[in-house]
């Protein structure tokens, strides 16, 4: 009975696969056969799965990003024992058949009339091929579409045998076996013969032996179970299944006998396999130093999916992108960042990014921090990109600089005129509930000073007063102008990224707005270490603003360039208003202003821009400067689940929820900006910061 019922099935799938050729040609038939035309015309082209490389400014690799691990290879770059080996254990008629082999399907049905085995044989290399191809490249190989692909129904047997049978009709048979071989599981996230012959034998496929192709060619009936590293004794018995198998298929010759002692030779033979397999590393923490370019690759990442290359088609498509990153920036600030701030230390981050100035194009040239790139926590590593993302604290009085460069702007004042500096400032425009907003100075200062010299002194009141007269709205929009635009308009005033239905809005920089808040001069709120260096950036390229870019360049899989969708630059505020604002910023490291120690144990002796900030709490500090060459900004904050006050010592440490004798930016921040561009500086020739309009002196 079973004989019967796989004849009848038989039949079916010799009537449906001829229905649309000798059938009524109806509407329904045309359409399969369309469908079927459109499919096999895909396999022909087989665009498959292939990985992503991420190189850094020199051309070298730093990430390496998939979905599958495929290095696909043509026909002649693959050995003839390997064909043979395949052809042997999957399909010993392949260049017997045109696609379905119908002698394969009678004898399957007569051992399963016979004994009940299961249908063996049916199925061919082609079919196989569809069925692979369908799973893993049109499918991604998801479990879903792998148990569309597989599944035991007659509909599916008889759309992939139809398949097979046009795929014979447009391809030559070597076509198929290499497109077979390219794209079939191997276990271990690779596919393909390519990656499959480097992975467990740390070879290329024109160079496999007897028994390393018939191992792989054993591999693809049941990658996950055959796999040498899970199960050593079933892999050789399946290998040694395959060398059978091809010394039956004449593999090694028409001498019987001496096929069999080859054929033994090859089955005595050791497994082979590579002791640590040469699987390529996947992801921002896998390839060389992924723990320290970790958080670049991650901002990378992000960055692109905004530009228009969304990770799915990254992880699939082959690009090569090539990214600004400077290793020996990135390497230099990973060590700054660490020697003032252990990654082990108990709830302290230390996170440096550094931002080459331009006209055209903000490149990032590193993003590191004190802890590695990771999930393990315990081990001193983050996942998520400390130095890029917007943290949830502040960088105190850095955001001064907002409030000076908007009053420059409005011609409130001048880098060398007067501000009033009183000890302590009860606001009339600002309000701490039904009572004007107080505020103090942390230290002793003149009641006038210049511009210049509260932007390297940091007074508190002073800036207040000249928020005041600026406009809080309009220092707001210069923050978000000068480069905190995600940290201004994307997140509120937690930190949390805002959603599309605002439910969790406004952003933070309209809630400054609706409270009126006169704080916001003192930089309490969420902030991004990136864009503070990009502002500073933005400083020194005379108010030009340019989105901080990672992506030199990016091509596809024929080395064609993909066009991303940058945002372009834009003058932030006019030149002379930016050169002034630079001036402004000049005193801060030198004796007398907050980083002035810092600046001189560095021994740091180049014209440059600089501000220090500290919150109230002191749960973080920062540092923001450049020079014509790089700027950078570092911040320092409490990045454990229970925030505490950051003391200085050797190293820093946690010490309470409020602390008067916290640390300053002048102490950590700021050596680590210095000590990182010391060394970046050291070729660079001397360059002074731009002259002054005197309207704004």
């Given at each position: 009975?079973k004989?019967?019922?796989?004849c ?7 009537a ?16 399969a056969?369309d ?5 096999s ?12 490389t991420?190189?850094?400014m020199?051309?070298q ?17 693959i ?8 052809i042997?254990i ?12 119908w002698q ?5 049905a ?29 499918g991604k ?35 198929i076996?290499?497109a077979?071989?390219?794209?079939v599981?191997?276990g271990?996230?690779?596919y ?11 070879t290329t ?7 390393q ?25 399946r290998?040694?299944t ?6 039956e ?11 069999e002692?080859?054929a ?5 033979a ?7 397999l ?8 896998g ?15 992000d960055?692109?999916?905004?530009a ?9 498509g ?29 709830g302290?981050?230390?996170a ?39 943290t949830?604290f ?6 001064k ?17 007067q ?20 505020v ?6 003149p009641?006038?000073?210049t511009l210049?010299s509260a ?18 709205n309009?220092?707001?929009d210069m923050a978000?102008?000068?480069?905190l635009?995600?940290?201004m308009?994307?997140?509120?005033t ?6 599309a ?8 920089g ?28 933005t400083?020194?390229s ?7 870019t ?11 360039p993909?066009?991303?969708k940058e945002?372009p ?11 002034a ?21 560095a ?8 501000k220090?900030?500290?919150?109230e ?5 920062a540092?923001?400067g ?19 006050a ?9 010490c ?11 102490q ?7 000590n ?14 731009p002259?002054v ?5």
């Open positions: 009975m004989l019967v019922g796989l009848l099935m038989a039949g079916v799938l010799v449906a696969l001829l229905f649309p050729v000798v059938g009524g040609l109806g509407l329904a038939s045309n359409r056969a469908t079927v035309d459109q499919t015309g895909e396999l022909t082209k087989a665009e498959l799965p292939l990985v992503s991420v190189l850094d020199n051309g690799p730093i990430a390496y990003l998939y979905d599958q691990y495929r290095v696909p290879v043509a026909s002649e770059q050995s003839d024992t390997m064909k043979a080996a395949i042997a999957e399909d010993k008629r392949f260049f017997e058949h045109k696609g379905v082999d394969g399907i009678a004898r399957a007569a051992k399963a009339g016979v004994d009940g085995g299961a249908s063996q044989g049916a199925s061919t290399l082609t079919q196989q091929y569809v069925k692979n191809y369908l799973a893993f490249v049109v190989g998801t479990e879903d579409a792998y148990e569309k692909a597989t599944e035991v129904s007659l509909g599916r047997k008889i759309s992939e045998a139809r398949i097979a049978t046009q795929l014979e009709q447009k391809m030559t048979k070597d076509e076996l290499t077979y071989l390219n794209v599981p191997f271990n996230q690779t393909g013969v390519g990656a499959a012959a480097r992975a467990y034998f740390d496929p024109d160079k496999l032996t007897v028994p192709a018939a191992m792989l060619a054993g591999l693809v009936n049941e990658p996950s179970r055959l796999n040498p590293g899970a199960d050593v004794d079933a892999a050789i018995k290998r040694n395959v060398i059978e198998k091809m010394r298929n004449g593999a090694f010759g028409s001498d019987a006998k001496v096929a002692e080859k033994n030779e090859y089955k005595a050791d497994i082979g396999v590579v002791p640590d040469k699987l390529l590393p996947n992801g921002c923490v390839a060389g130093d992924g723990p320290i370019y970790g958080f670049f690759c991650r901002y990378l990442i960055y692109l999916d905004r228009g290359l969304p990770l799915d088609e990254i992880l699939r082959g690009y090569t992108i090539t990214t600004t990153m400077d290793p020996v920036a990135t390497r230099e600030a990973k060590n700054a960042a660490q020697n003032q701030v252990p990654k082990n230390q108990p302290i981050a230390n440096m990014a550094v931002v080459e100035p331009g006209q055209d194009k903000h490149r990032v040239r590193a993003l590191a921090a004190n802890r590695d790139f990771g999930n393990n926590a315990e081990a001193g590593q983050s996942a998520y990109s400390i130095p890029a993302e917007v949830r502040g960088a105190g009085s850095i955001y600089v907002f409030t000076a460069a908007s009053a420059l702007e409005r011609g409130v004042t001048g880098i060398d005129r501000i009033d500096v009183p000890k302590t400032y009860t606001s009339p425009v600002y309000k701490d509930g039904n009572r004007g907003y107080t103090k100075n942390a230290g002793d200062y009641e006038k000073m210049t932007l390297a002194q940091s007074p508190n009141t002073g800036f207040v007063i000249l928020q005041e007269k600026a406009g809080l309009n220092v707001v978000y102008r000068l480069g635009r995600e940290s308009q994307g997140v509120n937690e930190g949390l990224p805002l959603k239905d605002g439910s969790n809005g406004p952003s933070q309209d809630q400054y707005k609706q409270d009126n808040s006169g704080s916001f001069t003192l930089g309490a709120g969420p902030t991004s270490v990136l864009e503070l260096a990009n502002v500073s950036a400083i020194v005379s108010g030009k603003w340019c989105p901080p990672p992506v030199e360049k990016v091509v596809d899989r024929n080395g064609q993909v066009q991303l945002t630059c834009d003058q932030a505020v006019a030149p002379e208003v930016a050169n604002l630079a001036n402004g910023m000049s005193a801060d490291t030198k004796p007398g202003g907050t980083a002035g120690a810092a600046a001189g144990a021994g740091w002796n180049r014209p440059m821009i600089g220090t900030g500290t919150t709490h002191h749960m973080s500090v540092f923001m450049a020079t014509p060459f790089y700027a950078g900004a570092v911040m320092t904050f409490a990045d454990g689940a229970t925030p505490e950051i003391c200085p010592g050797n190293p820093p440490y946690l309470g929820r409020t602390n008067n004798n916290g640390v300053y930016g002048g950590v921040a700021a050596p680590t900006w210095f990182a561009m010391r060394v970046l500086h050291q070729d660079k020739p001397p360059a002074n910061l002259g309009d005197p309207r704004y002196r």
